[in-house]
């Protein structure tokens, strides 16, 4: 009985020991440092057509152990617009052992232009007709193309179609970078009885400089009568 206790108090010693020491190997063998990301400590200009390779330019990552480890470099997100125009880019890098690095630069566009809206009719709409007062406006941006299917609107108050009245409707559009634009025409409900005359033109929202001329007359189309512009 004696030698038995000896030899469990023997193998309890062995194991710890053996536990110990796996621990201390896992410690000192098992890489838990990630690479290190360098190169974005100036701010890049780039264009809104850049790809991820432009804005990765000039980045590296270099682990402790497993060496360069730049091709494992990615961009995780970026950043609305600062308040001094530019974007932070956050990038990340992982080396053999799963360790991941992050790194940050700047970025600033060179072309970058907010949301415009677009116009294909006018915010007129027969009484007692059913429409869609998005119907005929889009958006698009420089950075993200096509944002239509991000407008909302407001309305000063709930429209009625059984009478005619004009409403003050606000669309409003955001693009990828945090960017708005607000877009505050009349919308008109008309009596069609009332209408003498159609008159159709080629644009119905038109973007101009300050001082920019301004020829209406440029914009019209025709009309469902004959008559004198």
Known sequence: ????????????????????????????????????????????????????????????????????????????????????????????AVDRSGNVGYGTRSISYVDYQAPVFALSAPLRFAMGSSFNICSGISASSSLDGDLTNNITYTLDRLISDSSPGTYQVEFRVMDSAGSSSYLTPELEVYDPTQERIEVTLNTYLLYLHLNDSFEPAGYYAGADREGTL
Do not use: W
Request: proline share 2%; glycine share 8%; hydrophobic share 40%.
């Open 1 to 92: 009985m004696k030698k038995i206790k000896i030899f469990t108090v023997i193998l309890f010693l062995c194991s710890a020991l053996a536990f110990a020491g796996v621990r201390l190997y896992e410690s000192v063998m098992t890489d838990h440092q990630p690479p290190e990301i360098s190169g974005g400590e100036e701010t890049i200009q780039i264009s809104v057509a850049d790809t991820e390779d432009r804005i990765l330019e000039g980045m590296t990552a270099e682990d402790e152990r497993d060496g360069d480890v730049t091709d494992s470099l990615v961009v995780q997100e970026i950043s609305g617009f600062n308040e001094d125009g530019t974007r932070t880019v956050t990038f990340a």
